[in-house]
Nanobody
Framework: VQLQASGGGLVQAGESLTLSCAVS????????MGWFRQAPGKEREFVAS???????RYVDSVKDRFFISRDNAKKMVYLQMNRLSPEDTAVYYC???????????????????WGQGTLVTVSS
């Protein structure tokens, strides 16, 4: 399966941005989908995941600001990001896994497929 992330850009603090991830080469409904991000000099960290049954999970720092969704018919996954802050500046990656169990959704090593990343820059 191939993943193509898009929608990044430069925004000011407090603004919103929606990232998209186009999925091809596989049946998207079979995958747990996740968003991760990597800031300069830091490790790639979990942001959000959405299960096959549409259950979502978030890292604490984005709860109530970010929302993940999926449209299996369109083969798309989205990350709506609200009230952005400079601390959200990072390259954002979408990822997919067929094998991860519930407790592994936040573990980047549990994801087999990765998109190329899209840069989000939040200015203060």
């Amino acid at each position: 399966v191939q993943l193509q992330a898009s929608g990044g850009g430069l925004v000011q603090a407090g603004e919103s941005l929606t990232l998209s991830c186009a999925v091809s080469g596989g049946t998207v409904s079979r995958y747990v989908m996740g968003w991760f991000r990597q800031a300069p000099g830091k490790e790639r960290e979990f942001v959000a995941s959405i299960s096959r049954s549409f259950s979502s999970r978030y890292v604490d720092s984005v709860k109530d600001r970010f929302f993940i969704s999926r449209d299996n018919a369109k083969k798309m996954v989205y990350l709506q990001m609200n009230r952005l802050s400079p601390e959200d500046t990072a390259v954002y990656y979408c990822a997919a896994t067929q094998t991860a169990i519930n407790s592994e959704y936040g573990n980047r090593n549990a994801y087999q497929y990765w998109g190329q990343g899209t840069l989000v820059t939040v200015s203060s």
